[in-house]
Structures are given as C-alpha cells and as structure tokens.
C-alpha cells in the first residue's frame, strides 16, 4: 500500500515550474531521507533525486528536490517535453521496517 | 557500468510458486543491499522485501510475509526471491534494485520480469 501522499496528476506547458508534493509521517519522510525516481512509459524507474536534494550524475539541474518535516517537493524548472512521465517519491519507513513509495504522479506537458 | 538483469518470470496458476533470480554486474554485489520491488499492471511501485549484504538481514512487506523469503549467493554473485502461495494480487513486474550507499535510497533498477498469477 502507498503510505505517501502525491498528487495523481500535474500539467504545465513548456518552460513552465511545475512542482509535486509528497506528504508522509513521523516514521518515513519525518525521519529519513527523501528519493525521487522518474518512470518513462514502458521503463523502468531511475534515480532522479537522493538524500532529499542530492541530484546523481546526468540528471539534468532544471530537478530540484526539498524537505520540511513530514513533506518533500519536486521541482522541475522549465519543463521540457520530455519530461512527461510519472515520479514517485519513496522513504524508509522505520517502523513498517521498508521502502515505502508514493502512488505516483504523472507529468504533462501541454 | 551497474547491470541487474531479472530472470525467471512467467506464468503461474494460483496458488503455486515461482523463484526469481537477478543478475547483477558492474559493482562489488558483497558490498550492497538488495532490494525487490514490484510494480502491478497500470499501478503504483510496490517495494517487497530487502537483503542486507551479509543476507542476515532480511525485511518484507506485510503484503508478504511468510510467502516470499529473500536470499542471495554472493560467491555467485546472485540475488533471488522465492515466492510461494501465489494469488492474483502478485501479479506484477518484479524489479532487482539496489540498495545504495550513505542515504536510504535504492540506486539503481533492473529492468524487470514479469509474473503473472491466472488460472
């Protein structure tokens, strides 16, 4: 079961901010780092935000991860087309003892 | 360049039971945890169960405890899960992913295999 909250769906057009929000509790995002991944159709899920801020390599800069308290954002600045795709925000979760992910947030860009 | 390659999906009727390896290259697979997350048909990831390094350390999701048991070989270099009691709800594609160092985060996925559970 998905214990964070995302919103199912945002939109923008190109260039445009868009941000996604992640809300948890005390036991996941309150006391653990925050990982964003993003999901292309048909792939895989990669790595696009670890430790709450920290970006891997190759992953363009216009992605900005944030945290406070029991809530984590994405921010994509400047989305491009290529940028449609779902995002999940994921958490430990100390007291289910796992990786708890949220349901998923498809970007579109109009 | 870190690979993990899924193998041993298909088809099962309900009730039955399936055991899922994964490949893993480009990396010193001692070093790491292991992860298996999965995915339903149009849904959400689902994260499933956890290997630490040593394979001591084992964790699973409620959803299934005592029907899936987690294991790996490292000498050959492999990670497994044994799934058993199947039901329809196990329908999914099941990813490999690793357990990354210095956050709680999983790193890097494999691409996949699917299973599914039908009569």
């Known amino acids: 079961q998905s214990v964070l909250a995302q919103p199912p769906s945002v939109s923008g057009t190109p260039g445009q901010r868009v941000t996604i929000s992640c809300s948890g509790s005390?036991?996941?995002?309150?006391?653990?780092?925050v990982n964003w991944y993003q999901q292309l159709p048909g792939t895989a899920p990669q790595l696009l935000i670890y430790?709450?801020?920290h970006r891997p390599s190759g992953v363009p800069d216009r992605f900005s991860g944030s945290k406070s308290g029991t809530s984590a954002s994405l921010a994509i600045s400047g989305v491009q087309s290529e940028d449609e795709a779902d995002y999940y925000c994921?958490?430990?979760?100390?007291?289910?003892?796992?990786?708890?992910f949220g349901v998923g947030t498809k970007v579109t860009v109009l | 360049e870190v690979q993990l390659v899924e193998s041993g999906g298909g088809f099962v009727q309900p009730g039955g039971s399936l055991r899922l390896s994964c490949a893993p290259s480009g990396f010193t697979f001692r070093s790491y945890g292991m992860n298996w997350v999965r995915q339903a048909p149009g849904k959400g990831l689902e994260w499933v169960s956890y290997i630490g390094t040593g394979g001591s350390v084992t964790y699973y999701a409620d959803s299934v405890k005592g029907r899936f048991t987690i294991s790996r070989d490292n000498a050959k270099n492999s990670l497994f899960l044994q799934m058993n009691s199947l039901g329809a709800e196990d329908t999914a594609v099941y990813y490999c992913a690793r357990e990354g160092h210095g956050y709680s985060t999983i790193d890097y996925w494999g691409q996949g295999t699917l299973i599914t559970v039908s009569s």
């Open positions: 005390s036991s996941n995002i309150g006391t653990n780092s």
């Open positions: 430790g709450n801020i």
């Open positions: 994921a958490a430990w979760d100390d007291s289910l003892n796992g990786y708890v």
